[in-house]
């Protein structure tokens, strides 16, 4: 994997395929964006047959540089991203193809580079060398810097410990590691908390988002779930406890540093678009279409409850400051928190204790 060959496929293969909307990974990823390069369109995303995508641009202001941190940032993927991750590859195995390694080579270099535009944001096209400098940063830059589980330890409000463990996520995540976590009752109930998809760079960490992946037991978590509420100051307005402790968590990790929230990657939207675009047009179903509003109404509410995690916990803390709100200067939200942090709701001042009390004993292990 020469560096001329990975430039080479951007140009040739990405830039002209993420203009029609689908980029061939042998199988589909469906990309749609424009390119600038010094003030100069090269490519433009134009008779689109798919309505309602956030078409962005990549402007590219020194190639030379662009090229450099794109080749760097393919390399470190290759290396770091699980071999799973790319199996899929080896079904051109049984493929009468000429030139078979070469074809897997491409495959393999754009499906690097497919993932990693599918998390950017419009500010992330619109500076891309900024972008592409914080993900390769996120390759270095672990949360916990911890290897195995770790017993944070006990929670008193509610009557539990938490352990918490970071792991490498999937390329297709929004980020290279993943933190897990989980309570462990008195009575030896363990309840999974949502994962927390988070990068850190040198300046910041970047959240993109708080997840219940696993299927879990409703009825059998709901005791649990109450004994959660104990620790908050209030009922939490119809919102899952556990998705605010999992914030709280996050929040006390990444204390140190500048925090940006990204609730929104146009690249997932227009994915979706794209697919349901294509679903229609292949069973020739026109009444699903209606799942267009369906779409964009899930998108906002889970904008709109990520964001609402924050403020209700501003609201009942004082030392987190939201220096600019979603849609005021960009789509994310800023926060720092300050070193006088103190919360009214107790579970949230002692899960901050129990991080600063790791982080402390870390730095005097150094």
Not at 83 to 94: E, V
Not at 136 to 159: P, R, T, V
């Amino acid at each position: 994997m020469t560096d001329t060959k990975i430039v080479d496929i951007f140009y040739t293969k990405i830039v002209p395929e993420a203009q029609k909307g689908k980029i061939d990974c042998y199988f589909k990823v469906n990309i749609a964006f424009d390119v600038i390069i010094d003030n100069k369109r090269i490519s433009k995303c134009e008779r689109l047959p798919y309505e309602g995508l956030l078409i962005p641009t990549l402007k590219i202001t020194n190639k030379q540089l662009f090229d450099s941190m794109l080749i760097k940032y393919v390399k470190k993927a290759s290396e770091f991203y699980n071999s799973t991750d790319f199996s899929f590859l080896n079904d051109l195995n049984a493929t009468d193809i000429q030139d078979l390694e070469q074809i897997k080579q491409e495959y393999f270099i754009k499906y690097i580079i497919s993932t990693l535009f599918a998390n950017a944001t419009f500010s992330d096209f619109n500076y891309p060398h900024v972008f592409l400098y914080s993900r390769i940063a996120m390759f270095d830059n672990k949360i916990l810097n911890h290897a195995g589980e770790l017993d944070l330890g006990y929670i008193d409000s509610i009557g539990a410990r938490i352990y918490i463990k970071e792991e490498v996520s999937t390329i297709k995540s929004e980020t290279p590691y993943r933190i897990k976590s989980y309570l462990e009752f008195n009575d030896g109930y363990k309840l999974r908390l949502p994962e927390i998809y988070v990068g850190s760079s040198k300046d910041k960490y970047q959240l993109y988002g708080i997840q219940k992946t696993m299927k879990s037991n409703t009825s059998e978590e709901g005791p649990y779930l109450k004994q959660i509420r104990k620790g908050f100051i209030s009922k939490i307005n119809g919102a899952k406890e556990h998705y605010f402790l999992a914030v709280m968590l996050f929040l006390s990790l990444c204390s140190d540093k500048e925090i940006e929230v990204v609730p929104f990657l146009l690249q997932r939207w227009n994915a979706k678009r794209i697919a349901m675009y294509n679903k229609v047009k292949r069973n020739q179903d026109i009444s699903l279409l209606s799942m267009e509003n369906e779409q964009e109404k899930i998108q906002n509410n889970i904008t709109d409850i990520l964001i609402r995690y924050f403020t209700k916990l501003e609201d009942v803390s004082n030392g987190i400051d939201f220096y600019t709100v979603p849609l005021e200067l960009d789509p994310n939200l800023h926060i720092n928190i300050q070193k006088d942090f103190e919360s009214r709701s107790v579970a949230f001042n002692e899960i901050f204790k129990l991080v600063s009390q790791y982080k402390y004993k870390k730095h005097l292990d150094r």
